[in-house]
């Protein structure tokens, strides 16, 4: 039975018996895109998969679920679970290294009672990276096989696994990779260099690049490094939400890694739902100078100065513009209501119409 060393075993510790706002907002996040992503991939797909690579126990010692539960959950709570499940079957696969902890965790399953036809789950008691490996071997042995369409999280107490793995896996078409690490271990490791760190970052990043982060200054580092993770991964779409502690250090990183648009505005819209909770943001990996508060009421005016440099004051049908939206961090309802500002204030122009209705798509430009 593999045994934790003692650092892991006082990190394990702690992190279980404690709830704080940052591994809340970690299991939000995870079901509010859950509750997207479960409909829309079962309407096409017969067979999907959600991948947990440290499942952990299942429980926090007050008694807050464990993102294995909040994953199944989601699909069983789903307001449309027979409709998800009518046609597609739904398989969690929950990895975790230490028996301790899958002890723990199949008792919290079983205590969901009985699953629904066409839900299944396996808890798999191995080292994550091993898994990985295990499957990327078998994508090699055929090449042209494909993955179900899967959702990862992976949630390591320290650094992330081989960027070859990483690769492999979101290379395949319909597989996403939510990756929750502590940025200020990594940060740690990146300027310190102490032996056997090097290597481990040597293998996250697949070469030596990650020592050029050190010259990035502090207040950018962590952007630069998501920004080389994303240009390794050869990710399409990347989006991240950044958690601060109360003096304003920035703690974890929620990062989502995708290769298709609908994935990355479902992980949009989830991001902005967690606005009430806290102060979170967001980086726009297009623009690393501008970092958007997620807030109940966020400041529009970097969305304005979007279509302001896009469109100047050309005619356009207004459902055109909505391209400016998809590219930045805001959603369209926010870009509605700063569109009903503009209205108002005459800065917005209707050619073809005489009241701002969005469905009709007037032709509009900006003043
Ligand atoms: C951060 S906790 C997981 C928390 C869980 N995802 C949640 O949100 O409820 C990390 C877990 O990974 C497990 N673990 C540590 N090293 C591992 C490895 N190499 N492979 C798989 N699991 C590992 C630990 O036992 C611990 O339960």
């Known amino acids: 039975m593999a045994q934790r060393k003692t650092t892991e075993e006082t990190t394990d510790q702690s992190y279980w018996s404690e709830y704080t706002n940052l591994q809340f907002i ?10 997207a992503w479960f409909p829309i991939l079962s309407k096409f797909n017969g067979q999907v998969s959600y991948v947990e690579s440290h499942a952990g126990r299942g429980k926090h010692i007050r008694g807050e679920p464990g993102s294995p539960i909040v994953a199944l959950k989601s699909l069983l709570d789903h307001h449309y679970r027979d409709e998800i499940l009518k046609n597609s079957s739904v398989g969690f696969y929950f990895i975790e290294k230490y028996s301790d902890s ?3 965790l ?6 969901l009672g009985e699953l ?3 839900v299944s789950y396996s808890i798999i008691q191995e080292d994550h990276e091993k898994v990985f490996q295990d499957i990327c071997d078998r994508l090699d042995e055929s090449p042209g096989a494909q993955l179900t369409p899967s959702f990862i999280f992976y949630d390591p107490y320290s650094f992330l696994m081989p ?15 939510l990756i929750n690490f502590m940025w200020r271990y990594l940060n740690l490791a990146i300027n310190n260099e102490q032996p056997g760190q090097v290597e481990r970052l040597n293998s996250m990043f697949g070469d030596e690049s990650w020592k050029n982060l050190r010259d990035v200054p502090k207040e950018s580092r962590c952007d630069a490094t998501l920004l080389l993770l994303k240009e390794k991964f ?18 974890y990183v929620l990062v989502h890694f995708s290769n298709h648009p609908t994935a990355f505005n479902k992980m949009k819209d989830a991001a902005w739902s967690l606005a009430e909770h806290g102060d979170f943001r967001f980086w726009q990996s297009d623009d690393p100078n501008q970092e958007t508060l997620l807030v109940a009421k966020p400041n529009l005016k ?28 805001f959603r369209k309802p926010h870009y509605h209501s700063l569109l009903r500002e503009l209205y108002k ?10 009241k701002l209705v969005f469905s009709k798509n007037p032709l509009i430009s900006f003043v």
Do not use: F
């Not at 199949?106 to 205590?111: M, S």
């Open 106 to 111: 199949k008792d919290e399953i079983a205590n």
């Open 302 to 329: 970097p969305l304005h100065d979007a279509v302001l440099k896009k469109y100047g004051a050309n005619q356009v049908h207004l459902h055109d513009t909505y391209e400016v939206v998809d590219l930045s961090p």
């Open 163 to 177: 960027v070859d793995k990483m690769t492999r896996l979101l290379q395949k078409s319909k597989c996403e990779i």
């Open 234 to 251: 050869k990710a399409d779409h990347m989006w991240s939400v950044k958690m601060y502690d109360k003096k304003n250090v920035l703690k």
């Open 345 to 354: 204030s005459k800065n917005l122009i209707l050619h073809d119409q005489d």
């Open 26 to 35: 970690k299991h939000q996040l995870l079901k509010k895109y859950l509750d």
């Open 116 to 118: 629904p036809k066409n």
């Open 102 to 104: 899958v002890k723990d």
